[in-house]
């Protein structure tokens, strides 16, 4: 099986708090869970859509099913209990490219 991308997009922030809670528990989770992020914080430049993303993560897990499994694993779930209603988002998995 070919690497996948988790791609999380938050595209409102309503509880900085909320946040901050979700993330200091999702980031282990989603080690435990073989994922490696490659990126985090605000876009460098936005050229097309909306421009409504605050802040996108990529994260690199060694297949789909990983990352599947990563966000459905119990120490994620606690995490998005955290951020609850705190923020809004979308969350991808992409399959890579084949070397």
């Given at each position: 099986m070919a690497v996948?991308?988790?791609i999380n997009y938050f595209t409102a922030v309503h509880d900085q708090e909320k946040v901050a809670a979700y993330a200091a528990l999702a980031g282990p989770a989603?080690?435990?869970a073989g994922?490696?992020?490659l990126a985090r914080g605000p876009a460098a430049a936005v050229f097309e859509g909306?421009?409504?993303v605050?802040?996108?993560?990529l994260i690199a897990f060694p297949d789909a099913d990983a990352a599947v499994a990563a966000y459905h694993s119990p120490a994620y779930q606690e995490a998005l209990r955290a951020l609850g209603d705190g923020?809004?988002?979308?969350i991808r998995i992409v399959e890579g490219l084949p070397d």
């Open positions: 996948a991308y988790w989603i080690t435990q994922g490696r992020f909306a421009g409504t605050q802040r996108t993560t923020a809004e988002r979308e």
